[in-house]
């Protein structure tokens, strides 16, 4: 699938739709350049989950849990992680397989430890197009 944004809003209320969709022991992966939204799309997501808090990317944590929603939320921001053994540190595998909802920023950084099927949402700014334009195309491997 493939979808067309043109507000920060507008990609939020993607984000929010798949959130609704959402259910437990899926893993989205977030993947694009810098400010291109990836934050906005989990922030949607976590809305369509039905989580109230605010949600922040968590660069220096790597993982953020949110558990008020109708499945909890792992948030992962991999960006910062110098090596693939930190994602063991921090129990990764308990995410990726237990009965929640995780979403990976940055998730090509950790490619070799992503589970066989998972949802990659690819993000892209076009500036022809506007700077808030998004092209999000999403695909189920």
């Known amino acids: 699938m493939r979808t067309e944004t043109f507000s920060a809003e507008e990609t939020f209320a993607v984000g929010e739709e798949i959130g609704r969709n959402a259910k437990p022991g899926e893993v ?11 934050t906005v799309l989990a922030q949607g997501i976590a809305c369509g989950l039905g989580i109230a808090e605010p949600v922040n990317s968590p660069t ?29 540190e921090i129990g990764y595998e308990d995410c990726f397989y237990g009965d929640g909802v995780s979403v990976i920023e940055w998730a090509d950084l950790i490619g070799e430890i992503l589970p066989e ?25």
């Open 117 to 141: 099927h998972y949802c990659e949402i690819r993000v892209e700014k076009d500036p022809e197009k506007g700077f808030d334009y998004r092209r999000i195309s999403i695909v189920r491997i």
């Open 60 to 88: 220096f944590t790597i993982m953020q849990v949110y558990e008020d929603g109708r499945i909890p939320l792992y948030h992962f921001d991999v960006y910062r992680i110098g090596d693939i053994e930190e994602m063991d």
């Open 28 to 38: 989205y992966t977030l993947v694009g350049d810098l400010g291109v939204g990836k």
